[in-house]
């Protein structure tokens, strides 16, 4: 089992920034390629951004390329993610999720392969 615990979410202005941390605990986090998901009311969770097990490769979603940064320390076994020139639109409950691979290149972005997830926080942007 892993358990991920993600914090850092809040209220910020558009054009805000914030930064959202993943720990992760009960297994190897190096053996974990680590996505981002996040879900606004109403909608369906929708991919964010991944990173692989060794921070070698990352890949995001079109709506938040240019403007988020996924990165990882394994020491720390902890994923982040920087949110810059944050809209409205961002606003939603923020997940982290692992999936158990050490491909050198993967780009997840369907919930249904992730084996875990965290409880989620909530990010909410104002107009």
């Known amino acids: 089992q892993v358990q991920l615990v993600e914090s850092g979410g809040g209220l910020v202005q558009a054009g805000g920034s914030l930064r959202l941390s993943c720990t992760a605990s009960?297994?190897?986090?190096?053996?974990?390629?680590m996505g981002w998901f996040r879900q606004a009311p109403g909608k369906e969770r929708e991919f964010v951004a991944v990173i692989t097990w060794s921070g070698g490769s990352t890949y995001y979603a079109d709506s938040v390329k240019g403007r988020f940064t996924i990165s990882r320390d394994n020491a720390k076994n902890t994923v982040y993610l920087q949110m810059n020139s944050l809209k409205p639109e961002d606003t939603a409950v923020y997940y982290c999720a692992a999936k158990a691979t050490r491909r050198m290149y993967y780009s997840g972005s369907s919930s249904g392969e992730y084996d875990y997830w965290g409880q989620g926080t909530q990010v909410t942007i104002s107009s």
């Open positions: 009960g297994r190897t986090f190096s053996n974990y390629a």
